[in-house]
C-alpha cells in the first residue's frame, strides 16, 4: 500500500485530504507544522507527500528545497497562493505538481495517482541494461536517471530529468507546451503551461553556458520546443 504524507495546518483540509486518499486504498499520515513535516518528509519512506506552503514553523518553499536536496519522492503542492510567482517559485523548487485551493478532491487523487504510476515506472528495477545519450559534452544516463556535463554531473528533479529525457529521445521533433505537459505529467494541460516553461528554464540553468542562447533544447516560437542534435 502506498504511504502518503500531507503536510497541511487546515485540519478540515487535511482530513478530506485523507478520506478521499483512504478511499483509493493509500496509507495517510498527516502532519500540521512545517517543522513536524519535513522532519517527518526526510526520516520516513513515503511515496508521495502533499504540500501546503503558508504552515506554522517553517514554510513550504523551504520544506520543498530541504526535501529534494535529499530526496526526488514526488511532491505536489497544494496551497491557496495562486499567483504564478508562487507556482513558479514552487515548480523551481522541485515541486512535481502545484495545485490550488480550493480544490477537487476527486482531481487531486487522480494527480497523486499519476504521479505514483509514473514515478513507478520510471524507478523500476527490471531494467536489463543502461541506455545512455551523449551529444555535445551532454550524457544522460536514462536508466540510472543521472545526467553529466562535460564530465560534471548536475542534479535534476525528478520531472526535469523526465523532460530532458523525453525531449533528447525524440530529437527534432517540435512539441508543444500542452504536448509536453500531457507526455510528462499524464494529465491534460488545464491551464498549467507554466509548468512546462519553468522546468526548461531550470534544465537550461544546468546543461547551457548561456541560457539566452541554448545549445539543446531550442525554442519555436509560437509552437514549442524540440532538442537539437
Known amino acids: 500500500m502506498d504511504k502518503i504524507l500531507i503536510i497541511e495546518d487546515e485540519i478540515v483540509i487535511a482530513e478530506l485530504e485523507k478520506d478521499y486518499l ?4 493509500f496509507e495517510v499520515a498527516i502532519e500540521n507544522d512545517g517543522i513536524n513535516g519535513v522532519a517527518r518528509a526526510l526520516d520516513e519512506d513515503f511515496d508521495l507527500i502533499l504540500l501546503d506552503l503558508m504552515l506554522p514553523g517553517m514554510d513550504g518553499f523551504d520544506i520543498c528545497k530541504l526535501i529534494r536536496e535529499k530526496k526526488d519522492t514526488p511532491l505536489i503542492i497544494v496551497s491557496a497562493k495562486k499567483d504564478d510567482i508562487d507556482k513558479i517559485r514552487g515548480l523551481g523548487l522541485g515541486a512535481d505538481d502545484y495545485m490550488t485551493k480550493p480544490f477537487s478532491p476527486n482531481e487531486l487523487v487522480a494527480r497523486v495517482k499519476a504521479h505514483l504510476a509514473r514515478y513507478k515506472r520510471l524507478t523500476a528495477s527490471d ?4 541506455e545512455i545519450i551523449t551529444i555535445r559534452g551532454l550524457k544522460i544516463d536514462i536508466s540510472a536517471r543521472r545526467v553529466w556535463l562535460n564530465d560534471e554531473e548536475k542534479n ?3 520531472k526535469e530529468f523526465d523532460l530532458l529525457t523525453f525531449l533528447a529521445t525524440h530529437p527534432n521533433h517540435v512539441y508543444s507546451k500542452e504536448e509536453l505537459f500531457k507526455e510528462i505529467w499524464e494529465m491534460n494541460s488545464v491551464g498549467e503551461i507554466a509548468t512546462v516553461t519553468v522546468h526548461i528554464k531550470k534544465i537550461r540553468e544546468k ?3 548561456a541560457t539566452s542562447k541554448p545549445q539543446y533544447i531550442e525554442t519555436i516560437w509560437g509552437v ?5 542534435i
Open 127 to 130: 531494467m536489463d541494461k543502461n
Open 22 to 25: 483512504e478511499l483509493s486504498n
Open 207 to 209: 546543461i547551457d553556458r
Open 224 to 228: 514549442g520546443y524540440r532538442f537539437k
Open 156 to 158: 535534476f528533479t525528478t
